[in-house]
């Protein structure tokens, strides 16, 4: 007992120092001892965590102040003095609303003859009326026709957070159908339950245009896609959970009037579905499929004539396939005297990214696609029947193989006059040459130019053609590229007046390119005012150049 005693006093003795440190205005200090006294056996948990709680709040540490007041309630429930320092913490935040729901709380949990029940309704009753009499329901008094534009406003889960608010709310937002045809439950914090898609299918009364599928609990995803599946006008459809192929095709198969079908990597789809879906969805503009697989080419024929379809994205994990089969990247090659099926294509995208790397040779030809602007490879082998078409508007290869510099079959020369952005990243085959031929030869007007991680590109010779011949580029990104210091960023300063942002992440610049960057960008004789600097990896920047060039108004990614 002796010893407890002399426990209980050390406690006792740091809150009784704390609060003195509290009172002359030392709160640091006053924090320490707080913590100090907690450590002690038989310490006055609550009384301490109250007193810390008070002194975080003077400090304006409120969320600090927020996580000890919450452990006084797990504490002890019925002490109210967890709920008021709770309550009196968020005040001070401005969370007025959620102190009001700690002082409704402390009044359903503390028992009815509580010697201090009367303080915490009385505080409770105050508070209420203040946010009554300022707040005013903006449904009860807009027009019908206001109301609608500014709920126009919200994203799905934030009309879904204002459902909740109140019966009146859920009642108001619930009859206007306009709302919910667009049903998005990629935001949604936990796994979502069929019962809550339905309701939002019914108040669209089934007619929804576009639905994002996602964070479904395992057992609810049959019936959400059934109820997806029965919604006559549904035009956009992305689906991001895990699903038979087979069952996925009998519930979409119908849905006559969708126009864009995203499946993500979670469902494979082998060639002979996609054939399926193109067969059986005539106004398809849009289809990705995030992991594709071959099938026998028997059961591979695309149809003859896709009018609609602008934009194909495939991706595949498997390296190659057997005889007899076609490749799970897959597009149809352009053949004589017959019309081209997929002559209306506008973008393409193709994903290999196997366990083992087999460079991916394409089944078609680009050259043949003539509104084709965006061109996205990941993983794939340019051979010599591959060609760029002269309306290509972007341009993005990563990784991959080539047997030449520019292993592209346009005859030279030729023209790229609309190429605006062109991106290369850990591409082994592009060498300085090969950009010449893009901005000299092909006479591209590139602004965005990404060439990080080119091994073959070296810092002086590569760096001095593109000051000269590519100075009117608004983005740079020269990440990884060897030879890249302080002199070539000096020569960019004084070539590139339109850049606006410079991607220098694990090459060997010092602070002095970033001075050099934010002298250009203050200086009002200078016409370069770059926006944003990536310096990644670079082990000779200092922290205090960053820190210059951040108070300069730039943004520096570090």
Not at 91 to 98: A, F, N, T
Not at 310 to 320: D, K, L, P, Q
Request: with cysteine.
């Amino acid at each position: 007992m002796g010893s407890l005693g002399l426990v209980r006093g050390e406690a006792a003795a740091l809150q009784q120092h704390g609060q003195n440190l509290y009172q002359t205005g030392s709160f640091q200090a006053a924090i320490d001892a707080f913590t100090e006294a907690l450590k002690t056996k038989s310490a006055d948990q609550i009384g301490i965590l109250d007193n810390r709680a008070a002194t975080y709040t003077k400090l304006a540490q409120y969320d600090r102040a927020l996580k000890d007041a919450k452990q006084m309630i797990k504490i002890h429930k019925q002490d109210e003095r967890g709920y008021l320092r709770c309550a009196k913490a968020l005040l001070l935040d401005g969370k007025h609303e959620k102190a009001l729901e700690i002082y409704a709380y402390a009044l359903k949990t503390l028992s009815s003859n509580h010697p201090r029940r009367e303080i915490v309704e009385q505080l409770h009753n105050k508070l209420r009326d203040k946010l009554t009499v300022k707040a005013c329901d903006p449904f009860s008094v807009l027009p019908l026709e206001i109301a609608t534009m500014i709920l126009q406003y919200f994203d799905f889960k934030q009309i879904v957070a204002i459902l909740r608010v109140s019966k009146q709310w859920d009642r108001f937002l619930s009859s206007i159908r306009d709302l919910w045809m667009r049903v998005d439950l990629s935001g949604a914090r936990n796994k979502v339950h069929w019962s809550s898609v339905r309701a939002c299918i019914r108040r669209s009364k089934a007619l929804l245009t576009h639905a994002i599928v996602k964070n479904l609990s395992t057992s609810s995803s049959q019936r959400v896609l059934e109820f997806f599946g029965r919604c006559p006008r549904l035009e956009y459809l992305e689906i991001w959970t895990q699903f038979g192929c087979q069952a996925f095709y009998d519930l979409f198969r119908g849905s006559r009037r969708l126009k864009t079908l995203i499946i993500s990597g979670q469902m494979v789809v082998p060639q002979e579905y996609i054939v399926k879906f193109l067969e059986s969805l005539p106004l398809l503009e849009r289809l990705e499929i995030h992991k594709t697989k071959t099938s026998p080419s028997s059961k591979v024929q695309w149809p003859s004539k896709l009018p609609h379809l602008r934009t194909i994205t495939f991706g595949t994990t498997e390296g190659s396939w057997p005889r007899g089969h076609t490749s799970a990247l897959y597009i149809p090659r352009r053949e004589e005297s017959l019309p081209y099926s997929i002559a209306n294509l506008e973008e393409v995208r193709l994903d290999s990214d196997p366990n083992v790397f087999v460079p991916y040779p394409p089944s078609f030809n680009p050259l043949d696609l003539s509104r084709l602007r965006r061109l996205d490879l990941s993983g794939v082998f340019v051979g010599d029947d591959f060609g760029l078409p002269s309306s290509i508007e972007y341009l993005r290869i990563r990784g991959g193989a080539a047997t030449e510099e520019f292993p592209f079959s346009n005859e030279l020369p030729f023209e790229l006059p609309h190429l605006k952005t062109l991106i290369f990243s850990d591409v082994p085959w592009v060498s300085n040459n090969t950009l010449l031929v893009f901005i000299l030869e092909a006479k591209a007007p590139i602004k965005v130019l990404h060439v990080d991680s080119c091994f073959r590109l070296h810092g002086a010779a590569f760096a001095h053609n593109l000051c000269e011949h590519a100075q009117d580029l608004t983005e740079l990104n020269l990440s990884h590229i060897i030879g890249i210091n302080d002199s070539i960023t000096s020569q960019v300063v004084d070539s590139m007046p339109d850049l606006k942002a410079l991607d220098l992440s694990y090459t060997d610049i010092t602070g002095i390119s970033i001075k050099m960057l934010v002298d250009a960008h203050l200086s009002e004789d200078h016409p370069m005012k770059i926006e944003c600097i990536y310096t990644r990896g670079c082990e000779h920047v200092s922290s205090d150049a960053i820190a210059y060039g951040r108070a300069s108004g730039i943004e520096i990614i570090a």
